[in-house]
């Protein structure tokens, strides 16, 4: 494909604030509308943006296909793991109140980890369909 | 009139759900079934949230001086059927490539003729 | 009222866009519609009191799918030089118009007489509004200190839930992977079942 001026010069406006935005939705997710899904897919749109504009290598060179791997299962693992570790300080699984000092400590802490582990898992596996996508096409 | 807005929300989600079961039934590209899924899917978000709906009431997020609030169950259960809804559109859109790369088309018909010739 | 107003025409758009996407034979065209019915459906997510909701499919419908489809578009055109024929459906030989509109049709009837039963829409009495909302409306704050109940639902009161759906998203990005990862096999018109075999 052709390099157009205009593309990337708008691109590498838009990105970094796709990306903050990307982040503000994770964190402000109890607060306003947000959270991991919402959070994931979108940061994951500013990183295809970058692939569909720059070419697809130079994406892969940002996040190799190997460490996507990795971030989408660590993402689940999280997610599981915070179940378990309430387990083991004596409660149900998946319930927070015993990870902080009072209820709403824990239940803000268990949230917060636990979409943070949806939204890595979310971003990661959009990634890896993107680039299964598009890398087919390459010769 | 009453009667007409009470219903009206369910009566387009059932035009649509039928319109994406008829994509679906009666054309042959595989990539237009996919889209015909896809609208179907939209459809079932669309009965749950007119479901959830309660007049006067405000988004679901806890602000001082609002009593009436939308019922947050169905978004919860449509905001994650979204994104597992992509990733499975995404599977199918898998298949559909690789269909194309054994049999060279994606008409059902063609691939009907080709799995009777060999 | 103006509510009401805007979720009439938006519902209107959304069944026109619809019928525009099943006549329309270019796909390329139909793919862009979809788009389009995407982004309508995140407005009418707004007017239904649903941001998050309305959020998630701006992001995922008018953006990803998309972005996928056209990605599949590409891998799957023919090989012909014009364009133009590229993108075209064929006309389907097997497939008649009138039984498929028959089933359409007695199905689409028969839930139509089924909404003669359903509770208004917005009826702030209906069975879905008073048994647990409420409850979720009532205790989510003080339980969790989480003024979203989306939020709070999604990952406290149903996190079993959710841990699910994510596992879901999960396999299905490793099923793709297994699928269309990896390189394309040499050679690529072959019929004779060697599909399996290609690195995955």
Known sequence: MKPNLILHVVSKFLIPLIILFALYVQFHGDFGPGGGFQAGVIFSAALILYALVFGLDAAEKIIPSHLLRILASLGLLIYAGVGVVALLLGANYLDYTVLGSNQIAGQHLGILLVELGVGITVAAVMLIIYFAFAGRGRE | MDFFTDHYNYWVVIFLMMVGLYTVISRGNLIKKVIGLNIFQVSVFFLYISIGTVEGGAAPIITEGVELYSNPLPHVLILTAIVVGVATTALALALVVRIKESYDTIEEDEIHELDHTL | MIDILINITLLAFLAITSVAIVRLTNLFATIMLFGIFSLLSAGLFVVMDAPDVAFTEAAVGAGISTVLMLATLALTKGQKKSHEEDYEEKPSRAHRPWLPLAVVGITGAALVYGTWDIPGFGDPDAPAQTHVARYYIENAMPETGVP???????????????????????TAGVAVLLLIGGKRPKSSTSLKGDGGQDET
């Not at chain 3, 009161?157 to 699910?164: H, N, P």
Request: net charge negative.
């Open chain 3, 148 to 170: 979203n109940i989306v939020t709070a639902v999604l990952a406290s009161y149903r996190g079993f839930d959710t841990l699910g759906e994510v596992a879901v998203v999960f």
